[in-house]
């Protein structure tokens, strides 16, 4: 990622944090079942991101991407990979526009967080529509 010219510059320039309150992953068992993962105290927590810029036509367009890491244990009974999630005191080094010149530094910082940091459960497939907004997304299913 540091080094794809897709991400290169946004790497080292446009680093984001994008807030959330848990994520979905769907493994394949029976066609594909949707998971909801969350810290286990449901707090929410911040994925590391890049965005861009650039111009399209009249319109500018403005974009963003969540970075993805290996699974750790938990999820990767799931899924192979997941979403980093930084640790909120390494929130100020992702951000810090300094820190452009310690790619290494930067690169450590995008792991997957500890396995019992995080808690799964089966939920329905309505989270497959994006249209979807109902706390029903995130209630277990047997």
Avoid at 3 to 23: D, H, I, Q, S, Y
Avoid at 106 to 119: C, Q, T, V
């Amino acid at each position: 990622m540091a080094e794809k010219p897709a991400f290169r510059t946004a790497f080292k320039r446009r680093r984001c944090l994008v807030v959330a309150g848990g994520f979905y992953e769907w493994k394949r068992e029976n066609g594909k079942t949707p998971y909801y993962f969350r810290l286990k105290d449901s707090s929410p927590f911040a994925f590391a991101g890049l965005w861009d810029r650039w111009e399209k036509g009249e319109e500018p367009v403005e974009s963003c991407t969540l970075l993805t890491c290996e699974a750790n244990g938990g999820v990767a009974a799931v899924h192979d990979r997941m979403p980093v999630i930084l640790k909120p005191e390494d929130y100020a080094r992702w951000l810090d526009p300094e820190e452009q010149r310690r790619t290494e530094a930067l690169m450590r910082l995008l792991a997957p967080l500890p396995d019992e940091w995080l808690s799964a459960q089966p939920v329905r497939k309505l989270v497959n529509n994006p249209r979807n907004e109902d706390p029903r997304c995130i209630e277990r299913v047997a």
